[in-house]
């Protein structure tokens, strides 16, 4: 199943190694993103919360 790659066999598989590295690297930079976004939101749902019925300096 696997075609004969011949010569260029170390060329296209580390291509596809280093692909695989960087959409894993994309991958996690997005995942911490997301987890840093969603902690800042809760923080400031939380901070809304405790001025809410007050006036705010806005």
Known sequence: MIPDLGKYAAT???AYGVTLVLLGGL???S???SARARAE???L???R???RGR???A
Request: net charge neutral; no cysteine; glycine share 10%.
């Open 12 to 14: 296209i598989l580390g």
């Open 27 to 29: 991958v996690l930079a």
């Open 31 to 33: 995942w911490r993103r």
């Open 41 to 43: 939101l809760a923080r």
């Open 45 to 47: 749902e939380a901070a």
């Open 49 to 51: 919360g405790e001025t």
């Open 55 to 57: 006036p705010t300096d």
